[in-house]
């Protein structure tokens, strides 16, 4: 609706309550009138009346002349209170238009709400400029205030066409500029369900889940990769993806054969080329660790069966921490006291924010001591076993997903692993997300 039909619709509302109001009052000063004239002529023919009873001499000339005086006292009276009930009418309705009136404009200009009608306006006026700056690539130039705008006026746009495809791939790529990853993967997520046969949106939910670091998200932005290369393997950008994703995940295999497709495409000092590099040689390393370790606790199990249990309860399997967890006083204040308490430790010496062990369970009464140890690993061939140093990490979690929400409460502790040994490790949750 424009702002002259608002206007043209609370002009004929206002004048519609005027009518209302005043109607009733202008009939009813119609109808004294016609009173007041009915009167008047009754009076003037029971004159004549009382004329012609004289002259046919039913009643005297002094009868005549009190009958007179009594119609002329009732007709005055008749008037006088005519007159002082018009006196009295129009005051009151007069005090009590100008009271509804001045009620209507006071409750109207409190619960109109027209600063946010002006503020959807204006975002949906600019939303072609502010459209035009985020598909050319210009989104850091969009100020705070451009970013709010422009995702009001999508959202605006969406509540009016839900089945708008480019509109929800537009608010995700917003949200994610943004780091509202959460929104962002639900935006691109409903634009992949309206156009499933769109390769860019299916590319841009992959770079989605990517940025936010969590496992499953990794693994699914994965999945998508490999859909997206079947259909076109020779896609360079596709490869170079999927050998990053499949490097926070720790798969060596697929890491070297994609890195493989685009390295000779990479200048050899650019960032991404080394950090590649660097993490296909961790990841042999502890390839070639583990399969030392298979061997050497292979041999060990053949010499003999006293020997054997002895490296069993010394072997990986029991490398890990013995995590005691408790809540600051702020914590027990504010922290959810329902979900999940999601307790995991993350390589403290690089980028890789993959877990190597995981514990989830409903909260407990705290404090609580959780155990976490080689068998908590996600991946057999990333545990706590291959690392030196670790981030241990107890969050309290709503969904149960370790990836950040708001309103989730964590505590961190660093420490190192000692191999085949249970270390014990305090955490106090102290910090709102």
Same mark, same amino acid.
């Given at each position: ?75 005055? @009276? ?132 990517? *940025? ?23 896609? @360079? ?79 990986? @399997? ?5 995590? *005691? ?109």
């Amino acid at each position: 609706m424009s702002w002259s039909e608002f206007y043209l619709v609370v002009s004929g509302l206002i004048t519609f309550v005027v009518l209302v109001v005043w109607f009733p009052w202008l009939f009813r000063k119609n109808h004294a009138k016609r009173d007041s004239l009915s009167n008047t002529q009754i009076v003037k023919q029971r004159l004549s009346e009382l004329e012609r009873e004289v002259r046919e001499g039913l009643i005297s000339e002094h009868d005549k002349r009190q009958a007179v005086d009594e119609l002329k006292l009732a007709l005055v @009276d008749e008037s006088a209170f005519v007159a002082q009930k018009k006196g009295n009418a129009v005051l009151p309705l007069i005090v009590g238009g100008v009271i509804a009136l001045g009620a209507g404009a006071v409750v109207y200009s409190q619960v109109n709400q027209m600063d946010r009608v002006a503020k959807i306006t204006d975002a949906v006026e600019a939303l072609p400029e502010l459209s035009r700056q985020l598909t050319s690539g210009n989104a850091n130039n969009l100020t705070q205030q451009d970013v709010a705008s422009l995702a009001l006026a999508i959202r605006q746009r969406l509540r009016s066409e839900p089945n708008d495809d480019t509109g929800w791939m537009y608010f995700g790529r917003l949200m994610l500029s943004v780091g509202q990853e959460v929104q962002a993967i639900e935006a691109i997520d409903k634009a992949v369900e309206l156009a499933p046969s769109n390769t860019a949106n299916r590319i841009t939910l992959a770079q989605a889940l990517m *940025t936010t670091g969590d496992v499953n998200n990794l693994e699914r932005a994965q999945r998508l990769l490999q859909g997206l290369l079947a259909e076109n393997p020779q896609n @360079d950008n596709l490869a170079l993806m999927m050998a990053v994703v499949s490097a926070q995940l720790g798969d060596l295999d697929n890491t070297k054969r994609f890195f493989a497709q685009v390295r000779n495409k990479l200048p050899a000092d650019s960032d991404m080329f080394k950090r590649l590099s660097a993490r296909i040689i961790e990841l042999e390393q502890r390839s070639i660790v583990a399969v030392q370790s298979e061997e050497l606790n292979g041999e060990l199990k053949n010499e003999s069966s006293t020997f054997e249990t002895s490296v069993e309860t010394s072997n990986d @399997d029991t490398t890990g921490f013995s995590v *005691t967890v408790d809540l600051s006083v702020q914590a027990k204040e504010s922290a959810p006291s329902t979900g999940f308490l999601i307790v995991f430790a993350q390589d403290l010496n690089s980028d890789n924010r993959m877990p190597a062990a995981v514990v989830k369970l409903p909260i407990p009464a705290f404090p609580a001591t959780i155990s976490l140890t080689t068998e908590n690993a996600m991946m057999p061939q990333y545990t706590l076993s291959s690392l030196t140093d670790v981030v241990i990490t107890a969050r309290l979690s709503l969904d149960g997903n370790v990836a950040v929400a708001q309103g989730e409460w964590q505590g961190s502790v660093e420490s190192p692993v000692k191999q085949s040994q249970l270390s014990s490790v305090n955490i106090t949750i102290n910090k709102e997300l």
